[in-house]
């Protein structure tokens, strides 16, 4: 048979090799680092982070961008723990350069750990901390048998940096819109005040309306981390509105980095929503909600703590998903492909 004879087609020498494990939490995907890469130094995440971007964006591009991904893919690189305790570090990447916090990843990461027995599991728990670029996140893997059913996570510290704000966006008008923290910056519009629908068929809309808003907001207001300059920055938009299932609390849509949309409901952003929503009354420490993607797909989300942490009053949030294996993969990069920096045409 042809395919048989094609398996034994080996990289040719001066190839770069990496290999990944392919995951999706939501629906929204994630292509996991597992081997091949160069040496990351630092000895915080940021610090790994800078050092990646600073000599290694080109694997960001070439493994993100067509032809080896896509214009909505999305990256977790594995690296050593920096904390006492932490089973390992990551950071993020995507089409327009590094997260800082990533709730799906965090997620699909807990079910790998749990599974693949990096972590053991008590009473069906499995538990571990993961270093992430805004600091340490911790897991529980609710685990039946071998198999993870669930993965939640205690995000950082997550507060409301701007309430009912106005601004004049080009192409839009005049919106109202608040900026939370949920381990990234996100500003919050309401959908139906701008007249857009939170489902597939307004998906042109709705890439287009963050991009904007995303612009105009970080262009006239200050996104300032109370203790980081890495991470003081405008990450994307989130469209808020009703549920379409009336058992859920409501239903949300981010557009973060360059346009990509987020098939999940943004474990970061339902963070920076529980800081905004306790804030302005509408959700109480210990009340549980469950909240959908634009695909349906959900998270439940809960306030467990509430403190004072640099100069606001944030919550600690805690978020609940799923995940899915979806393969694992060989990327190959030859020097010689015009192409091999990769390319995105939406």
Do not use: Q
């Amino acid at each position: 048979m042809p395919g048989t004879i094609f398996k034994n087609f080996k990289p040719r020498e001066g190839w770069k090799v990496i290999e990944t494990i392919e995951m999706h939490t939501c629906g929204e995907p994630l292509r996991i680092f597992i081997s091949g890469l160069p040496e990351i130094k630092g000895d915080t995440i940021l610090e790994m982070r800078r050092h990646f971007r600073e000599n290694h964006d080109f694997i960001r591009r070439a493994t993100m961008f067509e032809p080896r991904g896509h214009a909505d893919m999305y990256g977790a690189v594995i690296t050593p723990p920096v904390s006492e305790g932490s089973a390992f570090g990551t950071f993020f990447m995507h089409n327009e350069g590094y997260s800082t916090m990533c709730g799906h990843a965090v997620i699909a990461l807990g079910r790998l750990a749990a599974e693949s027995g990096m972590v053991e599991t008590t009473n069906g728990k499995a538990e571990l901390i993961i270093d992430a670029p805004p600091g340490r996140i911790r897991c529980v893997v609710t685990m039946r048998g071998d198999r993870a059913e669930s993965v939640s996570f205690r995000n950082i510290p997550s507060f409301l940096l701007y309430s009912d704000r106005l601004i004049d966006v080009p192409g839009i008008g005049k919106i109202r819109f608040d900026v939370a923290y949920g381990g990234a910056f996100y500003a919050f519009v309401n959908a139906e005040d701008i007249g857009v629908k939170l489902e597939g068929n307004d998906i042109h809309r709705l890439i287009d309306y963050g991009r904007r808003i995303k612009r105009a907001v970080a262009e006239e207001y200050p996104i300032t981390h109370p203790f980081e300059d890495d991470l003081g920055f405008l990450y994307g938009t989130i469209f808020t509105g009703d549920s379409y299932d009336k058992g859920h609390w409501s239903r949300n849509v981010c557009i973060f980095a360059d346009g990509e949309v987020d098939r999940s409901p943004t474990g970061s952003g339902l963070s920076a929503r529980a800081a905004l929503h306790y804030a302005k009354g509408e959700l109480l420490r210990g009340e549980k909600v469950t909240i959908e993607s634009i695909l349906g797909t959900t998270m439940d989300l809960e306030i467990v703590e509430v403190a004072e942490w640099g100069g606001y009053t944030a919550v600690i949030p805690e978020v609940t998903g799923t995940s899915s294996f979806t393969g694992s993969n060989r990327i190959w990069i030859d020097p010689d492909d015009e192409l091999a920096g990769g390319f995105l045409i939406r």
